[in-house]
């Protein structure tokens, strides 16, 4: 008896949790969001298969940039650059050109074009008075007018003779000082 009593307001309460859940509206089981609702972004322009070449105040070419594809989006300074090529030559050390060139998947430019900020396979290019060194990170960012490299994430630094990997970079092109911040580990070869 005490068996067919539970089950039954066991039923009892199962069918009334039911014909509750039935009646309710949808919006009573949604979770309410108080937060804005995130807008996208939208393009103001874009030009596909362009090259540019920026200069300094003194008429020295600072460097030569490629992409498939610029995009400016609406309210933002910079554009975005889809599989950017970027090249800049420093100066003429005795004959040899030093510089450095980048490739990436993708990559933004400031309004000045100060900054470049490249993500996705970024392959670098560094052409030093002494050697030349192959940079391979997944992120980056180079301010052309002082020559500098940084990376918080990890990367990779061939040359000839020498492997370095780790995570977190400074790289100052016009002094040629290599700052790395951690889990560095080198592999040298020798000639």
Not at 77 to 106: E, Y
Request: a negative charge.
């Amino acid at each position: 008896m005490i068996r067919q009593s539970f089950i039954s307001v066991i039923l009892l309460l199962i069918v009334g949790w039911f014909l509750v859940v039935w009646d309710s509206p949808p919006e009573s089981f949604m979770r309410k969001n108080d937060g804005e609702l995130v807008q996208k972004r939208s393009v103001d322009s874009y030009m596909t298969g362009i090259s540019s070449r920026r200069f300094s105040d003194t008429g020295d070419e600072l460097f030569f940039l490629t992409s498939s594809k610029m995009e400016l989006f609406k309210g933002e300074s910079g554009v975005v650059l889809s599989a950017p090529r970027f090249v800049a030559v420093t100066n003429k050390a005795k004959g040899k050109d030093t510089g450095v060139s980048f490739v990436a998947n993708i990559g933004s430019l400031s309004e000045d074009g100060r900054k470049l900020v490249l993500n996705g396979d970024v392959e670098a290019v560094i052409g030093g008075k002494n050697s030349q060194t192959t940079m391979v990170s997944d992120s980056l960012e180079y301010d052309a007018p002082n020559m500098l490299i940084t990376t918080d994430g990890d990367f990779t630094l061939t040359t000839p003779a020498l492997s370095v990997s780790g995570k977190g970079l400074n790289a100052n092109l016009s002094k040629e000082i290599f700052t790395m911040n951690s889990k560095v580990r080198a592999v040298h070869e020798a000639t």
